[in-house]
């Protein structure tokens, strides 16, 4: 580790005399401390809002719940159906008020990432949305079949629009056209480097509704194997804006070989939303950007080795005598400094002149006297 251009002395003859140019340059003690990472938490269930058909003869809710409708398009496949999402359905006959219950497994749009993040689309608001999938349903009273998905969203937007058509023989294909959101939080990560522990603290705002926060500590112990790509996240609690307790799992985390300051896993919530009747919103997946690289590795310093503290920047004087100069340098004692010298600025060849592990402060280098016109050196301490 280099503090450059820690100080600059030079000396210019002229018309005999000698003039000493003297130029310093303060530093502070520079050590790595707490950083700051950017970090977007995402679900992998996208929440539905209640929708009529095309007739508004039926009413369609989605839920997970035994009791109650949240809305949730539940990752996972509860029916052993082969896709990726499913749901239970309650379907209203508006005009009479009966209620028709059912089941829907649904695929959301896979593959897309057009910032090569390693993150699909669908699940980044950043990104826009414009694809279609396909599922199977049945419900009781109404039928079975196909169900075909047409999914829209802006970029920029939680919110978007998803036409599912129901095929049926029985009423005509049922069309509703519900809102959708994705529920993303993003905000900081502080934590503190360590040799096999990094401990942090997170503070997330839900995009579109900010007043909605989830926070908490952190904590991700290194593989030893692999501990600048691979990490695991311990188990531990948050809270969110109603001072609720969300407790959620352990996961492996891995730093992306194509975008290596982000790092990125998947977890689960015991339970995300507790006002509801069963757990919900239970699978996440966390991104980790860290562009912190206090010792320009190419590592962020996330995974890094932590970094001891830099030497000060030196303080630097220089005597003339009747045999040589006395360049005296005020530093940090055990380090090295290495004392550089050029002819000219600006410099492009610094050569290093004098190496010297200082035992005392100040300590003083002599350096020889020279018939060169202009002569200017630096310190570079390590």
Not at 289 to 297: K, L, M, Q
Request: aromatic letters at 12%; proline letters at 5%; a negative charge.
């Amino acid at each position: 580790m280099t503090c450059d251009f820690s100080g600059q002395v030079g000396l210019m003859k002229f018309l005999g005399h000698c003039l000493l140019w003297l130029t310093i340059f303060l530093c502070p003690l520079i050590g790595q401390a707490a950083q700051t990472a950017q970090a977007r938490m995402y679900c992998f269930s996208p929440r539905f809002q209640r929708s009529d058909d095309q007739t508004a003869f039926f009413r369609l809710d989605l839920t997970t719940l035994s009791v109650g409708v949240n809305g949730e398009l539940a990752f996972g496949d509860f029916f052993g159906s082969g896709y990726t999402h499913s749901t239970f359905l309650i379907v209203t006959d508006q005009l009479f008020g009966d209620e028709y219950d059912g089941a829907m497994a649904l695929d959301v749009p896979g593959g897309g990432d057009a910032n090569g993040n390693g993150y699909p689309d669908f699940f980044e608001v950043a990104q826009p949305v414009n694809a279609t999938s396909t599922g199977a349903y049945d419900i009781n009273g109404i039928g079975s079949g196909s169900v075909s998905a047409s999914w829209s969203r802006d970029a920029g937007s939680q919110l978007g629009v998803c036409v599912l058509t129901f095929k049926n023989s029985s009423f005509g294909n049922l069309v509703f056209s519900p809102t959708f959101e994705l529920i993303e939080f993003t905000g900081p990560l502080a934590y503190n480097p360590g040799s096999n522990i990094v401990s942090g603290t997170i503070n997330l705002s839900q995009t579109g509704n900010s007043a909605n926060q989830m926070q908490g500590p952190v904590q991700f112990v290194k593989v030893s194997t692999n501990r600048f790509d691979l990490l695991v996240l311990q188990p531990g609690d948050w809270s969110n804006s109603a001072m609720q307790t969300i407790t959620f799992t352990n996961d492996l985390f891995l730093r992306d070989a194509n975008w290596p300051t982000n790092y990125g896993g998947y977890f689960d919530f015991q339970d995300w939303d507790p006002n509801t009747s069963d757990p919900d919103y239970v699978t996440w997946g966390l991104s980790i950007d860290d562009t912190n690289d206090f010792n320009h590795n190419t590592i962020p310093d996330f995974s890094d080795d932590p970094q001891g503290a830099l030497p000060r920047r030196p303080l630097l004087s220089l005597t003339l005598t009747s045999t040589n100069f006395l360049l005296t340098i005020h530093g940090d004692v055990g380090h090295l400094h290495q004392v550089q010298e050029t002819l000219v600025l600006p410099a492009t060849n610094w050569q290093t002149v004098a190496s010297v592990t200082l035992t005392n402060d100040p300590q003083s280098v002599s350096l020889p006297l020279s018939a060169a016109r202009t002569r200017l050196w630096r310190v570079q301490a390590q």
